[in-house]
């Protein structure tokens, strides 16, 4: 067989290998061989890219088999085995390590004693239906039935004049009224009821009301848009109607006859922008239209209506409203009347005027379950017919038709006569298409009167039997039949590349505006062949309701995008409301869970019923995510019995998704997962009849992110299974998984992956990533590349992790400037074992410190950013944490050697560093010790809210070389003078380093200085502290260095002291006199009563809420990061050409970070708010016990501008804002408290442990910024809801960052109230220790430190502004006013006197 490949062994052996095995197969008994060779080469064990060559040719696969078999041939050794194979001047090909514990039994076997499928109870609906509901269904089986002819050309005919639509109630109304036929049923109930009587004459058993335009959106054209008048409108018209029937019934009771309640469409489209420039925009809301149908079907109930007939859509988003409303109001009321739905075909493209199909419009509204859906208006009878046979085929209700009379004539009027419509509308009845006939546009009493002659002569349409599916629709309909012989024939691809988890590039799209690219993202994933289309807008950074309404809307106005179904995608249910509102189709919603409990289960599943919408449930409940096949049964199971049972979903629209779980990761506990999500499917699909299966696929192959062929032969082998399992669907990378179809995978690729997935070996991952380490990561899995073919990214990756290959003390280097921490521990006990240093401490010394002071060296010349030198940091102590067992050993040994012997260490200075008494922020201080660890510095940190005696101590005890206080709150500054004044004390002359954020140099230069002989240093930030430690550690130079800054500072000093003699100040008394004087009786300055009173404590924020209104500038100045103009900001930060890139890995860093937090719900977050009656008095703000204000309970002391001013403007303070007393205007005053860091020292921790000095900075940056975005969310909450005087307030998130809300509020401690003790006051009317756990500490720094307080002050005027210094006059009436001592006073308002 193999005779033309002489003197190549590899090929020949690998031909008589393949052929035995094929031949075999086939039958062949026996044949003349090498015996000793054809048992070595195993067919199984031949190398697999010599083998699909081979196979080439053997099984004459190809034209070319032969020389693409010889060019192969060339690239091996001729002497290689089949099994072994070398490359030509390479290596022996690769040789994976054996299975550990094959498993050969069947992975995928479904359990042996299976239990028998459940008995689901029938849904039972609890509302009522009306008494006329059988009535009516028993008269569609027994005849046809007639609806009547138009009202608005019956009420042409009688030629009314304004006059006739003003009637008595409309006489002076400042709107012309002719034309509006719906308040005719107020001025000329008369005509209104004469018509309705003549169509009951003619034969009509259903007559319409004459409110199609009977909704405030359709009156507001006449500025009648009022709920009155609407309400009147509607009721009016219903009892005239029903009066009317009444008569006819009385007269033959076995005719009865029906009021249908007309609900027009309005005069606005939901799917449609009136804007040809902005097709995203709408001029109304689905909540707006939801509103004004309730407000009309309450009315139309009011007034006795039988039927709700939603009539004449031409938009099914405006008509799914309608039945939205509906619904809402039957489970209200607890009744149910017969809904008739009735569309309306623009042309002949068979289409609504939004673009959808017929039957895609059935899909859209068949959740609504109506007794009749049928089409009106547009056409005549004769071009309908087509459209009506289609819904006859399609619907399993009755179906009725009421055409036009023909088409319009050139003048717009109507010829088609009574007895030509009769002869056009005959069709419908021969064929058996409608239950019901009728007339629209031209239709008058002769027509219906043919009609109704027609229609006695035969018998009704019979409903047929419709196949139960899972219809879905967009413009077109998507109705599911699985091949149950082949699903992975009929799987639904849900294209996953709208998600912004799914999609760098989409995601990009979304944060900087780009709609125009995600819409062109979307309209390629259905040209690939997407069937469904994932939404999702899950990201911190984006506004997710105002993306996904944007977005969708967007979508709908692109007819190639929107003519599939979407799947609505959001953890957040009220983003997925957002999604559902806007689009006219029957979507998917992803997702809905048992995680929140059983009762928010029900309410989300029964709004997602109200839209129609088929649901993914996630496999999770109350205790978490189900993992196991257990698990997912079972949760799966329970919520089918509970969608089926309680909701009344059909099984078809339950999609469950059991969670693809990621395989390979190493951890054994993970093994399983792929082999549990596979074996449930085929479980839950036996147990919950009708049920789909669905799922994110990229998850199963997330470990392999990075490399192509490996990650998509996942995805591959995955659906392989999960379909033969009976999975129906699962967001996916469509022309990916279109491309990569599994009999076109490299099999030898598709084993290892197979024995991953699978779950069939101990090793599989391991095996796996040998072999995966062998391909070239961007090759194709149905065309993989090895490494070492000559493809340039090979060399290129080779060169990357080229480090690793460099000796162990340059690798150490490298790790530490780029912060890599996977190795260090393994390279760090290589040199220790190595015999090259002969202490661990050399090698500190040694590779480790040459690598930090690099990182030192970069940046201090800026090259470097604080996070990079962070995660150095980390690495650094990491290597050290391994060595000092080592280490401490050796000083044990060392000691008991020679007892008397100093052990001494080495380092570049020692530092003891605090957080003052009082305070508890340390974030800065932390990022101090790194900074001087990375350069060799010990440091002894001790904490926060640490006591001048204990920080003395330390340095004592350490023999500290530098002393380091950090503070945030401004009584600090007075905590670091005792300490400076203590030092004195002690005749100590370390030197005192002052940071933090409320520090300045000039307060150092003033305040310190002079308390404390030894030198006292300034440092503005962490990366300044190198320089200063480093100069005052350098012996030759530290006394120039020392005297320099004390030169600077008595500079500073002398200056300060002349500009407070030059500062002219007014005295109280004057400044009182130019005071900001409101008022409070006009208008916009009257006080807004809140909706509340009280003291309210808050813990329900959504996480996501909070996310969004992080303000990320303060987050990157922590860090140190600035972007230069124009790149100054967040953002725009990222484009910044020195900072860009690395702001850009500490934001994603961050976001992982954040979503940790979320995922372990490791913080929580707490609020509360106070609003209370209050009056000013004077510069006093008085709180009163209720709103009778008999009696004061606190008073808040304001402190008053006194600074003189170059202008006219006021001399502020805070009670200019509130209403004084003497008024008799009712005012009030708000407060808050809030914290996001309970919890956080768990995290920090949890860091500490793992030496990760980086994450503890960033949980606590996190945990400050939350802390300050819960703060922004409350203050919203309260102008908007709580306190209510902003409740139309509509503001981004950019505009709320920049103060351009109404009202204010400032905090105790900060430029409009600088004295911290105003808080005692706050903690104390609001009991917020109690309530929060929100503590004070002696300084009334607040516990946690992530945590926020101030007062609200409601006024439109009222504005930030600062105090400044104050006058010894303005203290003294301070204290008075506050009956607290003067030294006391002083103290706490050091940092605000104009005097010493």
Known sequence: IAFSFRGNEAVRRAFHSAFLHHACNAGMDMGIVNAAQVKADAYDKIDKELLGYVEDVLLNRCDNATERMLEFAETLEPKCKPTAVVRKGGAPAFTPSPKVNPRDHDTLAPPENLAPVPVYKPFSCAIEPTANYGVIQKLFEERILVIDGAMGTSIQKYKLDEPDFRGERYANHTHPLKGNNDILVITRPDVISEIHSKFLECGADFIETNTFSGTSIAQADYELQAEEEVYLINQKAAEIAKECCAKFTAKDPSKPRFVCGAIGPTNRTLSVSPSVENPAFRNVTFDEVVAAYTVQIDSLLAGGVDVLLVETIFDTLNAKAALYAIEQYFAEKGIRLPVFVSGTIVDNSGRTLSGQTNEAFWNSVQHAKPLAIGLNCALGASDMIGYIENLSKCCDCYVFAYPNAGLPNCMGGYDQTGKEMKEEVRPFVERGLVNMLGGCCGTWYDHIEEIADLVKDFKPRKIPVIEQKMRLSGLEPLNYTPDEKNMRKTFLNVGERCNVAGSMMYKKAIVDGNYEKALSIALKQVQQGADVLDINMDDGLIDGVSAMTKFVNLLISEPDVSRVPFMIDSSKFHVVEAGLKCAQGKCIVNSISLKEGEEAFKHHARICKYHGASVVVMAFDEEGQAATFEDKVRICQRAYRILVEEVGFSGHDVIFDPNILTVGTGLAEHNNYAVDFIRATREIKRVCPDCKISGGVSNIAFSFRGNEAVRRAFHSAFLHHACNAGMDMGIVNAAQVKADAYDKIDKELLGYVEDVLLNRCDNATERMLEFAATLEPKCKPTAVVKKGSGSSVSEKKASGASWRDEEVESRMSYALVKGIDEFIVRDTEECRVSGKFAKPLNIIEGPLMSGMNTVGDLFGAGKMFL???????????????????????????????????????????????????????????????????????????????????????????????????????????????????????????????????????????????????????????????????????????????????????????????????????????????????????????????????????????????????????????????????????????????????????????????????????????????????????????????????????????????????????????????????????????????????????????????????????????????????????????????????????????????????????????????????????????????????????????????????????????????????????????????????IKECERWLSHSLNYE
């Open 867 to 1381: 996070p990079q030198v962070i995660k150095s940091a980390r690495v650094m102590k990491k290597a050290v944490a391994h060595l000092i067992p080592f280490m401490e050993e050796e000083k044990r040994l060392a000691a008991l050697e020679n007892p008397d012997e100093v052990q001494n260490e080495s380092h570049a200075g020692l530092m003891v560093l605090a957080t003052v008494k009082g305070d508890v922020h340390d974030i800065g201080k932390n990022i101090v010790a790194v900074v001087l660890g990375c350069n060799n510095f010990k440091v002894i940190d001790l904490g926060v809210m640490v006591p001048y005696d204990k920080i003395l101590d330390a340095a004592e005890e350490h023999k500290a070389d530098i002393i380091g206080l950090s503070g945030l709150i401004t009584p600090s500054l007075d905590e670091m003078v005792t300490v400076a004044k203590k030092m004195e004390e002690r005749k100590m002359n370390v030197p005192l380093l002052i940071g933090g954020a409320t520090t300045s140099k000039m307060h150092t230069a003033v305040k310190l200085t002079p308390q404390y002989s030894g030198p006292v240093i300034y440092v503005l930030d962490a990366s300044r502290s190198v320089p200063v430690c480093q100069s005052l550690m350098d012996k030759e130079n530290r006394d120039d260095f020392v005297q320099d800054i004390k030169d600077q500072y008595t500079e500073l000093r002398e200056e300060f002291y002349t500009n407070l003699e030059d500062r002219k100040y007014l005295t109280l008394e004057e400044a009182r006199k130019k005071a900001c004087v409101l008022d409070f009786s006009l208008p916009e300055n009257t006080p807004f009563t809140p909706n509340f009173i009280g003291t309210k404590v808050i813990d329900d924020f959504e996480f996501d809420d909070i996310l969004q209104a992080i303000d990320w500038n303060p987050f990157f100045q922590t860090w140190q990061l600035r972007g230069r103009y124009p790149n100054r900001g967040y953002p725009k930060i990222f484009n910044d050409e020195t900072v860009g890139e690395e702001a850009k890995k500490l934001f994603d860093d961050a976001q992982k970070m954040l979503a940790e937090f979320k995922e372990k719900e490791c913080l929580k977050m707490v609020a509360i708010v106070g609003i209370y009656p209050a009056n000013s008095v004077g510069d006093d703000i008085v709180v009163y016990k209720d709103e009778t204000r008999a009696e004061v309970t606190h008073t808040f002391y304001t402190l008053r501008q006194q600074a003189e001013k170059d202008n006219d403007d006021p001399y502020m303070a805070l009670s200019d804002f509130i209403a004084p007393a003497s008024s008799d205007v009712k005012d009030y005053l708000g407060m808050f408290a809030c914290s996001s860091g309970f919890g956080l020292e768990a995290v920090i921790e949890e860091r500490r442990a793992a030496h990760d000095d980086y994450g503890i900075i960033m949980a606590e940056a996190l945990a400050d910024r939350l802390a300050e975005a819960i703060a922004e969310v409350l203050h919203q909450r309260v102008r908007k809801d709580l306190w209510g005087y902003a409740s139309d307030e509509s503001l981004s998130l950019n505009d709320l960052l920049k103060v351009k809300y109404d009202g204010i509020r400032p905090a105790p401690g900060y430029p409009s109230q600088p004295d911290h003790t105003e808080k005692l006051a706050m903690w104390d009317i609001m009991s917020a220790e109690a309530s929060t756990n929100i503590k004070l500490t002696e300084s009334l720094a607040m516990l946690p430190a992530a945590s926020v307080s101030g007062l609200y002050f409601g006024g439109k005027n009222s504005q930030y502004f600062s105090v400044g210094k104050i006058c010894k006059d303005q203290l003294t009436d301070y204290a008075v006013r506050k009956k607290m001592d």
